[in-house]
Each structure stands twice: as structure tokens, then as C-alpha cells.
């Protein structure tokens, strides 16, 4: 249920992800999807084989995960808000990331103020100009959280899914020696 659900909930937040966050996160949750329904089928069948060979397959899966987010935690810079804030301004490109990240300007809404230029309507929540809608928060701030979010939403999302790897793992081995003690049990 867990793969599902995290299917469905990337699905449904797909455009506010990054999009090598999204397919790796569908990949991940598919091939957790797929053992799992490997898991309840060895199950059923009592299959001493299939349930080895499933949590043979967890633990692989496992320690590649267990290594890149290693490799995410310590390797991974996260992206500048300052960088992607100051090329959008400099590409008279402000509107998108306004919009998306509820702020205004680069620092704050002064910025247009000190430029003496009119405040778009995209500083404005739903495009209502008026000062109770205006964003006075800056670009650069809101983006640099946005980006930090990101790189913390993917360490949890990948510790929870090593976590549950694991423990499928256990829980297989622990299957698979007691369909072994059954089918031995049987034989006498």
C-alpha cells in the first residue's frame, strides 16, 4: 500500500517536484510494487524458493539505495535560489517564479521600489493588486527553502524506503526458513 500510495501521491504532485526526483521515485516505488506482489504470491505458494529469491532481491535493492543517499547527503550541493533568482531578473523573467514561490522581487517587493518601476501583478496573491495580496517576501529566500526542502524531502523519502526494504528483507528470510521448517516437518 505504501508503493501505491507514493505512486499516487507523485502522480497527483508531479508538476512541484523536480522531474529526476519524480521518475526515480516511480521507478523505486514500482520495483518495491513489483516485489511486493512477488512477496504474496511466494507466500501463498509457500514457495521457499521465490521468498529467498525475493529477499536476495530486497537486499539489492537496498544497498544501492542505502549508497545513494550517502552519495545525495554528502555529494549534493544544493542548487542557489540566489543563481536561478538573479538569472530570472536578469532575463526580465521574474512572473513564473513569482507566482510559484509567492514572493517579489529578488530581495523584496523594495526592489522594484528602489528601480522605481510598478510592481507586476505577479508580487500578488491571485493577481489581486491590492496591499493585503502583496508578497513581501523575496525570491532569493523563498527559492534557496524551496531547493533545501527538496534535498530533505528526498533524504526522508529515501531512508523511509531503505527502512521498509529492510524489513520486508527480515521478514522474508524469516518466511523463508519457516516454509523450509514446515516442508521439512512434512517429510517425516
Known sequence: FLAVGAIGWIAYNADTEVEEFVIAAYIACSVILFFVILGI?????????LTATRAV????????Q????FLFIHQYDVKSGQEAVELAWQANNMDALQQNHE????????DYVHLSQL?????????QQTTDHLYVDGCIEK????????KLRFIIVSWIL???ELICFVLAV????????KQRRLEF
Open 119 to 127: 510592481i507586476p501583478p505577479s508580487c500578488y496573491a491571485n493577481l
Open 174 to 181: 524469516v518466511l523463508a526458513i519457516s516454509f523450509k521448517n
Open 143 to 150: 527559492l534557496q527553502s524551496f531547493y533545501e526542502g527538496d
Open 162 to 164: 531503505v527502512v521498509f
Open 66 to 69: 542505502i549508497l545513494s543517499t
Open 41 to 49: 504470491f511466494a507466500a501463498v505458494r509457500e514457495s521457499v524458493v
Open 57 to 64: 532481491f530486497l537486499l539489492i535493492l537496498a544497498i544501492p
Open 103 to 110: 514572493c517579489c522581487g529578488k530581495s523584496s517587493v523594495q
